[in-house]
T-cell receptor
Framework: DSGVTQTPKHLITATGQRVTLRCSPR?????VYWYQQSLDQGLQFLIQ???????AKGNILERFSAQQFPDLHSELNLSSLELGDSALYFC???????????FGPGTRLLVL | AQKVTQAQTEISVVEKEDVTLDCVYE???????LFWYKQPPSGELVFLIR??????QNEISGRYSWNFQKSTSSFNFTITASQVVDSAVYFC??????????????FGTGTRLTVIP
């Protein structure tokens, strides 16, 4: 158990819908990262937050957005969902000064 | 640009055999970090090891060992006396150390290891 929690574990929804994925980092970790794992794109970095502020952006679509709250939990919002958004979404966290990221169990999203 | 290459897509070994997973990376940074993660069939990503670019000392941890060679930009991972529980997808990853603190991971495509009993 990495100490990073993600909810829900599974999510099934329809095209055009909007969903919110939630992540709680390990105690004391200020950085939160979101990654997407799909069969065709592999593991890709989406976005990083540090203590509530966006720090880095990767291949994140405009339909996707994220935020980190004062209690350091983070949410990833996916809107206008398409079939191709079906993937495993991981959250990871790290402590300041460490490069090691610890991953949550992931949320498996299926868009029908 | 950063790149991580895991040329071996799938490997099958018989239990108790040794197996080496290859990883080659590209980066322009002089300071960077290399990682191995394991993804068992249950799906989570489990951190195994981190190596800093300025520390080429190889490491052994139980049945696992890592060989980091800057001269060939490789960071290979060996499992000795493999067990069925080692069956998983193994990812090599690279993190650069920009002053902005943006230290996201660049992953290879993974190597699926199957250990046959």
């Amino acid at each position: 158990d990495s100490g990073v929690t993600q909810t829900p574990k599974h999510l099934i929804t329809a095209t055009g819908q909007r969903v919110t994925l939630r992540c709680s980092p390990r105690s004391g970790d200020l950085s939160v990262y979101w990654y997407q794992q799909s069969l065709d794109q592999g593991l890709q970095f989406l976005i990083q937050y540090y203590n509530g502020e966006e720090r880095a952006k990767g291949n994140i679509l405009e339909r996707f957005s994220a935020q980190q709250f004062p209690d350091l939990h983070s949410e990833l919002n996916l809107s206008s969902l398409e079939l191709g958004d079906s993937a495993l979404y991981f959250c990871a966290s790290s402590v300041e000064g460490s490069e090691t990221q610890y991953f949550g169990p992931g949320t498996r999203l299926l868009v029908l | 640009a950063q790149k991580v290459t895991q040329a071996q897509t799938e490997i099958s070994v018989v239990e108790k055999e040794d197996v080496t997973l290859d990883c080659v990376y590209e980066t322009r940074d002089t300071t960077y970090y290399l990682f191995w993660y394991k993804q068992p069939p249950s799906g989570e990503l489990v951190f195994l090891i981190r190596r800093n670019s300025f520390d080429e000392q190889n490491e052994i941890s139980g049945r696992y060992s890592w060989n980091f060679q800057k001269s060939t930009s490789s960071f290979n991972f060996t499992i000795t006396a493999s067990q069925v529980v080692d069956s998983a997808v193994y990812f090599c990853a690279l993190s650069e150390a920009p002053q902005t603190g943006a230290n996201n991971l660049f992953f290879g495509t993974g190597t699926r290891l199957t250990v046959i009993p």
